[in-house]
């Protein structure tokens, strides 16, 4: 099998990473992956914010707990999002599993193709990460709370911009489980030709 689609057939999203910190060239390919995707008209305007030190990540870890625990917790919600509200309640909810990395793709509020381009950009270094025993986990929880103000607090402090929005994120690591990344018989997503 071609390389790269055997890579996009083992990539698996992680949620048990090692203490480890990424190595830099690791780091750093992954990075350069994610500023190589595609975006609409050429813009590459997903700013991403890399973050490493222990005490910002508790930091964001603890004001997004907080949001969350604010929440009404109601059956309508997205099931992923009431499961962090469920756990953020209970207390000691870590949204992005303890990993060593977490990198925040932001955007232009303004700009339609925010999301797409972000998407490309975080799917990218998904296979990338893969490519290099990496594991990673896309992350929601700050797009969803991206208009909370005690969380643009933090993000602002972070050096995300007034005219930027959150996109998603994502955790990186090694993975804890030696056999992370193996391709698994799944469904998949539903294929209609129309020949």
Same mark, same amino acid.
């Given at each position: 099998?071609?390389?790269?689609?055997?890579?996009?057939?083992?990539?698996?999203?992680?949620? #048990?990473?090692?203490? !480890?910190?990424?190595?830099?060239?690791?780091?750093?390919?992954?990075?350069?992956?994610?500023?190589?995707?595609? $975006?609409? =008209?050429?813009?590459?305007?997903?700013?991403?914010?890399?973050?490493?030190?222990?005490?910002?990540?508790?930091?964001?870890?603890?004001?997004?707990?907080?949001?969350?625990?604010?929440? !009404?917790?109601?059956?309508?919600?997205?099931? $992923?999002?009431?499961?962090?509200?469920?756990? $953020?309640?209970?207390?000691?909810?870590?949204?992005?599993?303890? #990993?060593?990395?977490?990198?925040?793709?932001?955007?232009?509020?303004?700009?339609?193709?925010?999301?797409?381009?972000?998407?490309?950009?975080?799917?990218?270094?998904?296979?990338?990460?893969?490519?290099?025993?990496?594991?990673?986990?896309?992350?929601?929880?700050?797009?969803?709370?991206?208009?909370?103000?005690?969380?643009? #607090?933090?993000?602002?402090?972070?050096?995300?911009?007034?005219?930027?929005?959150?996109?998603?994120?994502?955790?990186?690591?090694?993975?804890?489980?030696?056999?992370?990344?193996?391709?698994?018989?799944?469904? =998949?997503?539903?294929?209609?030709?129309?020949?």
């Amino acid at each position: 099998m071609n390389a790269v689609l055997d890579t996009m057939a083992r990539r698996r999203s992680v949620r #048990a990473f090692l203490s !480890e910190q990424l190595k830099e060239e690791d780091l750093q390919a992954i990075l350069e992956a994610g500023r190589n995707a595609p $975006s609409g =008209g050429g813009n590459r305007t997903t700013h991403l914010f890399v973050l490493q030190n222990e005490d910002v990540l508790r930091r964001i870890q603890a004001v997004v707990e907080r949001a969350f625990a604010g929440m !009404e917790l109601r059956e309508d919600l997205y099931k $992923s999002l009431q499961n962090s509200i469920r756990l $953020s309640k209970q207390g000691g909810y870590e949204f992005f599993f303890r #990993a060593p990395t977490l990198i925040i793709a932001a955007n232009r509020k303004s700009y339609g193709n925010a999301m797409a381009d972000t998407a490309c950009v975080l799917e990218n270094m998904m296979i990338a990460a893969t490519a290099l025993n990496v594991g990673s986990c896309w992350i929601n929880q700050l797009h969803w709370l991206d208009e909370n103000e005690d969380v643009r #607090a933090v993000l602002h402090g972070l050096g995300v911009g007034e005219a930027e929005t959150v996109c998603g994120g994502l955790a990186l690591g090694y993975p804890k489980e030696e056999n992370a990344f193996r391709v698994l018989e799944k469904g =998949g997503n539903e294929v209609t030709y129309v020949r």
